[in-house]
């Protein structure tokens, strides 16, 4: 696709290009293609020698990571305007992982050798791009504090659980674990602390799940604590 | 004697077994429930918001065409 001419407007909205003057998008474009892809096509596959980098203007594209043991996880999606594909910033001459097209999808592709050029001579440009891995940085802390923050209550949920098939009994406020159990007994079963056992029993007592008093406590309503602790969503 | 909704559901799959298939049918979590010694079938249809005339129905009817265990 050599020679097409491709227009600055295509990309002069973008964060990413805002920066930049007209003259040094055309440059920019000019060394691009633009490439368009159909929904369920793969752009790249994870492992591939990355050639080149992209990004999209129009549709929605997912980047999935197969584990060594065969999960596959949605690491993220990509929208019109930001940049995919990007192996060099992770200092990788391979994909880390497999693009998948959502919607159909139009976006621009620079050979990858182009990469460091494209920033030395545009550092606005540069800027922009570490604008975008900052970005994607920013969501990956939150993921990380939500799934350890998923995972705690997780293992609570069933540490209650085994307490109301061990010593469960029912009562008119729901099921009494008869036996005195100590914040601290559920922080030792569960690998976790005395200070996040409070905090999720009492989140939880606000939620009407449990109910909470000195060694002692009442599942309110069981089969919700079942969904938490089997990682559904319980609302 | 048919099935009543004050019966455990763990109660229920360990003297019908058949009716296991009634609670995986329904998408049911009972099922090795932590909780299912004190779950009545009252309980489990509440908690999984389906009718329980209708589960009940269910249950005695897998019952009935299935082996009892003591």
Redesign the interface.
Known sequence: MAGQHLDPSLVRGFDLFRPLADEEIETLISRAQSRRFAEGDTVFTQGETAAAFFVLLHGRVKAIRTTPDGHQVVVRHVGPGELFGIAPVLRSPVYPATAVVVAETVALAWPIADWSSHFLKHPSLALGAIATVGDRLADANARIVELSTEEVERRIAHALLRLVAQAGRKTEEGILIDFPITRQDLADMTGSTLATVSRTLSAWEDRGLVRNARRRVVVVAPHRLRLIADGASER | MPIDSQETVDEIMRRWPATIAVFLRHRM?CIG???G???TVADASH??GLDPGRLLADLRAAADGGAERG
Request: aromatic share 0%.
């Open positions: 979590l429930c932590p909780v010694h004190l779950h908690d999984h």
